[in-house]
């Protein structure tokens, strides 16, 4: 199968934060093609007052650049801003080549990545989706193959029997995901009470690595976006008796489709059930700081959750002691990691210093308590069996006492509740 021979074009608004780091973008989405299998040939960069209806840029620019994907002989035009369908259209046939936008690139991607079958339901209902106001535009696409003859009609027909098949396969793939974020949630009132983390930040910010470096389990890893689509939980021994069920996420990028978001809601879930938030940031990003904020407000829901902020990447740091003492200014209990194995003779930040703070965490969400309980109290007695982690337990004179690691939610309601509880 030839490869793509991709042309990028970026055109943000003239004054914009996008303007400002134009260059940036587009060695994104350079990036993203990458992934995509494609190999970028050139590109070009536009800036706008404001986009036009029928080319999102000039006539003047689509003329020229026109004549500079014939020069390069691309196949593709990769565009780094949301296109509407008319747009998509009228680029195409004024271009005479393929165009796709960022979201498109984005969605190729997952369609590839998905591997579990929940992860494939979110990737579906994501395309569906996008592709439900660009019907006009596929159609296009055949009347331009077939010539167009006797397909007027029975093509606006054909179109309207699509969106009805689509509008009902969208709302199928909604209820099955439904249902799976229902089995998801049954799933975790049955696992045995440990505390939970969620990894969460910026595509390729290495939190798969940092997941297979703390428990020591096969994690799929590759440097490239979006490597890792499906949540991944292990259990990771964080020593002195404490254990933690660390999630592994899917990655965040800038200009995320609000639709693929959404149809990715497990991901969020499972950072919303977590006891504790890790956002992992790749320190050897320049614009590292950038990242952290659209990650930030895609998770800005969870804000009432603890979030340690892991700077990971520490081997690829010039000076990595003198980056954590300046990023502590703005997080001051940052954590500076490495996730990879042979980053010794460089710096000695490994992943000790994260595991230490997760045991701390533990620490904190299950304290040591002994709790009195009157054996005629069966329930309280099951509950705290399989909510609480019992270390020993006695029974005297019809009172049977349990030293255990239990939840400070669970303490709380004990007390209230009139138990009587001794911390220690």
Known sequence: MPVERAFLV?????????????DEHLDELERLADTAGAQVIGKTIQRIDAPTPNFYLGQGKVESLKDELAAAGATLMLFDESLTPVQGVKLEK????RVMDRTEVILDIFATRARSHEAKLQVE?????????????????????????????PGETQLETDRR?????????????????????????????????????YTNAGKSSLLKALSGADVFIEDRLFA????????????????????????????????????????????????????????????????????????????????IYVFNKADLLPDPDAFLALVRERYPHAILTSATTHDAPRT??????????LRTSAQALRP??????????????????????????????????????????????LRQEGVEVVLG
Request: charged share 30%; hydrophobic share 40%; aromatic share 4%.
């Open 368 to 413: 040591i308590a002994e709790i009195r309980v009157p054996v005629s109290d069966g329930k309280l007695l099951a509950t705290l069996h399989r909510d609480a982690e019992i270390l020993h337990q006695e029974q005297t004179n019809g009172v049977v006492t349990l030293r255990a690691r239990i939840e400070a939610r669970l303490l709380g309601r």
């Open 94 to 97: 004024n271009l005479g080549v």
């Open 348 to 357: 000695t930040h490994g992943v000790e210093d994260l595991r230490r703070a």
């Open 10 to 22: 970026g055109a943000p608004r003239k004054g914009s934060d996008d303007a400002v780091h134009v």
């Open 165 to 201: 098949v689509i509008r009902r396969k969208i709302s199928m793939l909604k209820k099955r995901l439904k249902d799976v974020a229902e089995h998801r949630a049954n799933l975790r009132q049955g696992r045995r009470q440990v505390p939970t983390a969620a990894l969460v930040g």
């Open 228 to 307: 890792t689509l499906d949540t991944l939980a292990r259990e990771v021994d964080v020593a002195e008796g404490y254990r933690f069920r660390v999630t592994d996420t899917v990655g965040f990028i800038r200009k995320l489709p609000h639709h693929l978001v959404a149809s990715f809601r497990a991901t969020i879930e499972e950072a919303q059930e977590a006891d504790l938030i890790l956002h992992v940031i790749d320190a050897s990003e320049a614009n590292w700081e950038e990242h952290a904020e659209v990650v930030e407000r895609e998770v800005g829901s969870m804000q009432h959750k603890r979030v």
């Open 125 to 153: 209902l994501a395309q569906l989706e996008y592709l439900l106001p660009r019907l006009t535009r596929m159609w296009t696409h055949l009347s331009r193959i077939r010539g167009g003859i006797g397909l007027r009609g």
